[in-house]
């Protein structure tokens, strides 16, 4: 089962350059997130959906944006990128109404570098 | 509001011994908690989850946790540490009634001396 899948696994961007990481699940979870790891601040939220078609603002959403076109797809987008922005990305899915399914499941992440 | 906090940034302990990983959290509902370990490099894995049922949690690679609620608490303990333990961990706590959006601790690196 592949569950999780994020690409690029690594990218380097200039400055004000623009990129979308891709995120996919197999899984059929109503749920997707997209979260940065920073070290000594874990895991914050940047953006999150709970549902095909809708998204919501996390707790460090500026600078970033997302779509969930499709139920198994969640894409965040820099359209300018900035140094601050250099960190590593997860993914994770979750599905609530699954009985005893109440965990959230991490892709391998994207670390991202912009110079 | 959620939010979680992890005593202790970097934890050494020797192998074979007790590892403990400090876990309080904050939350306006009852709450599910869960722990999670992630290698270098790589994503998190879920540990072991509390969901409302056994207050102690037993998860995988012999870590358990016990949900103590006057303490509010989710401390995670293996009795003998192994090297394969050396690993970042974090804690972490849902708002399962809401968006089920989950808040992690900053994180604890844990290291095992031979």
């Known amino acids: 089962n592949a569950g999780v899948t994020q690409t690029p696994k690594f990218r380097v961007l200039k400055t004000g350059q623009s990129m979308t990481l891709l995120c996919a699940q197999d899984?059929?979870?109503?749920?997707m997130y997209w979260y940065r790891q920073d070290p000594g601040m874990g895991l914050r939220l940047i953006h999150y959906s709970v549902g095909e078609g809708t998204t919501a603002k996390g707790e460090v959403p500026d600078g970033y944006n997302v779509s969930r076109l499709k139920k198994q797809n969640f894409l965040l987008g820099l359209e300018s990128a900035a140094p601050s922005q250099t960190s590593v990305y997860f993914c994770a899915s979750s599905d609530p109404r699954g009985l005893g399914n109440t965990e959230a499941f991490f892709g391998q992440g994207t670390r991202l570098t912009v110079v | 509001a959620q939010s979680v906090t992890q005593l202790g940034s970097h934890v050494s302990v020797s192998e074979g011994a007790l590892v403990l990983l400090r876990c309080n959290y904050s939350?306006?509902?009852?709450?599910?908690l869960f722990w999670y370990v992630q290698y270098p490099n790589q994503g998190l894995q879920l540990l072991l989850k509390y969901t409302s049922a056994a207050t102690l949690v037993k998860g995988i690679n012999g870590f358990e946790a016990e949900f103590k609620k006057s303490e509010t608490s989710f401390h995670l303990t293996k009795p003998s540490a192994h090297m394969s333990d050396a690993a970042e961990y974090f804690c972490a706590v849902s708002d399962h009634r809401g968006g089920n959006q989950f808040y992690f601790g900053t994180g604890t690196s844990l290291t095992v001396i031979p």
């Open positions: 939350s306006s509902v009852p709450p599910y």
């Open positions: 899984m059929n979870h109503e749920y």
